[in-house]
């Protein structure tokens, strides 16, 4: 027979499969995670619960593909473009009922982008972006009693992104105005702290038994972006006559979809072990793909490991990605049929992605949802 707390943990190392998308690249042009949170744990809640939690994201990305194939000639010649992104999501879930629940993501971000081509190719320079980014409201819903099905259940959400962020961040730019001087731009699309689009979110997420202290996880979300170009010029026309058609900056649809297990080590211990498939698409569900985007995809391994005490719970997870695509674009694809030569734009990917989650829980019943009896049969027991 299990202890509350060892139903608590199981839940909690949850929280080390994060629903998100943090583009380990510039393929993406901004960080971004689910509207509700980074954690499955976050949403069990009782009625008037609340859980405040912090996730701090970092990568480093640097290896440049095109397709799937990598180009390591950019960095034995010292070519390629190095983007350092740091993330701060501040997150607030709320238990409406023991069913529904709300919740709030305010992301902050720090990010820094080195690179020859945007300076003249004379030498290379580094450009900032920092504050606020877009913001996002949401609602979800358990499906399944949990007081009924307590081996497993799945939720499904709905919510808002804000253009909160700023998406046309400047800084200056070297060897690229008139007699080789420098010119205050827009950064790169990849390190714009928003997109300047309205956006919807729509998610769902699953847990279920297999057997004692084991259990599989998964979910995934879409962000349906329908502004088609938010008027960022992007001077990558500058760069040669054949770009025109990504003087603009394009505002696109994003996703990701995660599964894998987790078990339970110890009463304060849980790991996980699963496989995540995140990216930014070649063209939108709602609205026209115009503009310049970098779509690609990253496949991952994402282990990781948690830590829990009472209310509060830590947590850590490093996806290693083993698979990347930069397929072509929509303005790829028109370059292509317009001068009949093949054309397939690059983006730089990260090798890994570091993910640290702190909680706590407050307010309204604080015991583990469901709540039980010490002589009941616990979720995640066969």
């Known amino acids: ?133 877009d913001i996002r409201l949401g609602v979800g819903y358990w499906i399944l009693d949990p007081e009924k099905h307590e081996n497993g259940n799945f939720a499904m959400g709905l919510g808002l992104k804000l253009p909160t962020g700023n998406y046309n961040a400047t800084d200056i730019f070297y060897n690229v105005g008139p007699e080789n001087s420098s010119q205050v731009r827009p950064v790169d699309q990849s390190i714009q702290p928003g997109d300047g689009g309205f956006g919807l979110t729509v998610d769902l997420q699953f847990y279920r038994s297999l057997a004692t202290d084991l259990f599989i996880y998964g979910g995934g979300f879409y962000l349906l972006n329908p502004r088609e170009t938010n008027g960022i010029r992007t001077f990558r026309e500058t760069l040669s006559p054949i770009l025109q058609n990504e003087a603009v900056m394009s505002v696109p649809d994003q996703y990701a979809v995660r599964a894998g297990l987790g078990y339970n080590l110890s009463s304060q211990f849980a790991a996980s072990l699963g496989a995540r498939f995140e990216g930014v698409p070649v063209e939108d569900v709602i609205g026209g793909s115009g503009g310049f985007r970098r779509p690609g995809n990253v496949l991952s391994i994402d282990p990781g490991i948690s830590y829990m005490r009472n209310n509060f719970s830590i947590n850590l997870n490093v996806p290693v990605a083993f698979r990347r695509e930069r397929p072509q674009s929509v303005t790829d694809l028109e370059t292509e049929r317009i001068t009949g030569t093949p054309r397939n734009g690059d983006a730089a990917f990260a090798d890994y992605l570091i993910n640290l989650g702190i909680s706590y829980r407050f307010g309204g019943n604080r015991a583990t949802f469901p709540e039980i009896e010490s002589n009941s049969n616990l979720p995640f027991i066969e």
């Not at 608590?8 to 929280?15: E, P, Q």
């Not at 593909?65 to 180009?71: A, D, S, Y």
């Not at 000639?73 to 879930?93: A, G």
């Open 1 to 133: 027979m299990k202890t509350t707390s060892s139903l608590f943990l199981i839940l909690f190392s949850l929280m080390i499969i994060p629903l998100t998308m943090n583009a380990q690249g510039c393929v993406a042009i901004r960080h971004f995670s689910s509207s509700m949170g980074n954690e499955l744990e976050g949403n069990l809640l009782r009625k008037g619960d609340f859980q405040a939690g912090m996730n701090y994201r970092y990568f480093k990305s640097f290896r440049h593909f095109k397709g799937t194939e990598e180009e390591p000639d950019r960095v034995s010649n010292n070519t390629e473009v190095i983007n350092y992104s740091h993330s701060w999501d501040f997150s607030l879930n709320y238990g409406i009922t023991d069913r529904l629940y709300a919740g709030i993501t305010i992301p902050t971000v720090l990010n820094e982008r080195s690179s020859l081509y945007e300076h003249g190719r004379e030498e290379r320079n580094m450009t900032f972006s920092r504050g606020l980014a």
